[in-house]
């Protein structure tokens, strides 16, 4: 039971700041373009990690056809993917959609046996009843309210 603000810590920190974005992120598309609203993250985000990297020492450096590939291929998937989610966070509520950031983990797991060939390790038994807890929680967030019942 042991806490670092360099390992849990900033897991929390990142949990809390993906909380005030999805907040933010509602309240300011119903006003403004969802996908301008994740085109300006993007690039302030990516300004202010970039400052922040060079000002630390860091540089880049090697970049090769297929590094480019790479970067554009990756850059275009978070970007698609940020977007589908706020236009998803304009229409609907937070509550609803939030739910759905607890299937990353269980694709993660997905993945890695499909492609990192861990399948006896990823897709164990308790891999296997945390997606059935993820499936069940999402069902029941989403499941139809009756008439008289309460979120």
Same mark, same amino acid.
């Given at each position: ?21 999805? =907040?933010?992120?509602?309240?300011? *598309? ?12 993007? %690039? ?7 400052? /922040? ?6 540089? !880049? ?7 480019? %590939?790479?970067? !554009? ?14 236009? %998803? ?5 937070? *509550?609803? #959609? /939030? ?6 983990? =269980?694709?993660? =797991?997905?993945?890695? /046996?499909? $492609? %990192?060939?861990? +399948?006896?390790?990823? $897709? +164990? #038994?308790?891999? /296997?009843?945390?997606?059935?807890? !993820? ?7 989403? +499941? ?8």
């Amino acid at each position: 039971m042991d806490f670092r603000l360099l390992g849990e810590g900033f897991v929390f920190l990142s949990t809390v700041a993906y909380a005030f974005s999805s =907040v933010y992120f509602k309240r300011f *598309s119903r006003t403004s373009d969802a996908f301008l609203l994740s085109g300006y993250q993007f %690039l302030a985000g990516g300004l202010i990690m970039s400052l /922040a990297g060079l000002l630390a020492g860091g540089r !880049v450096t090697g970049f090769t056809g297929k590094s480019v %590939l790479l970067l !554009v291929y990756m850059a275009l998937i978070s970007a698609v993917a940020y977007t589908l989610w706020g236009i %998803l966070l304009s229409y609907n509520p937070i *509550s609803r #959609v /939030a739910v759905f950031g607890f299937m990353n983990p =269980v694709i993660g =797991v997905i993945l890695s /046996a499909l $492609l %990192l060939k861990e +399948g006896e390790q990823a $897709l +164990g #038994v308790r891999s /296997a009843a945390a997606l059935a807890l !993820v499936c069940i929680g999402i069902w029941i967030v989403n +499941g139809e309210k009756k008439e008289g019942e309460t979120a």
